[in-house]
């Protein structure tokens, strides 16, 4: 096993290496970077964190605050499916807030969190820009709107 995690660790670090040469040493490269290494891993790995401080020279702090401070990072890897419920007011008013429980409860996992199989991720948002048909919930972006308990029970049926 630990050599199996030794060669993944290899293969990280050479593409990790592949995605920095793209760059300049520039500390305004940061979110970019961020970008690609969240586009092609889903998450951003602590040892890409590491390696992106070292190579723009600059704290895991800062690198670490960017991450955490843009709702488009995730320090954790997220589900094959993930299923985020609105939570902004219209979607609220309207009930999200039960759509939210059911789905913690049908996957017992909570907010920001992934199912032990890998399968599903849940999480919230405040505004998908669907307030017209109020409540929502995306799963993979896809958009469910006029949701109930019921029709998120239909979509997680199928998903699983």
Known sequence: ME???CCMDKKLEKELNEILEKYTDSKDNLITILNEVQMKYGYIPKIAQMKISEYLKIPMAEVYGVITFYSRFTLKPKGKYTISVCL??????????????????RLNIGEGE?????????????????CGIAP????NGEVYGKATVKKLDEVLDSLQ
């Open 3 to 5: 050599k199996n995690s």
């Open 88 to 105: 902004g007011t219209a979607c609220f008013v309207k009930g999200s807030e039960k759509i939210m429980e059911r789905l913690k409860q």
């Open 136 to 139: 929502v919930f995306t799963v």
């Open 114 to 130: 992934t199912t032990p199989d890998g399968k599903f991720s849940v999480d919230s948002t405040r505004c998908v820009g669907a």
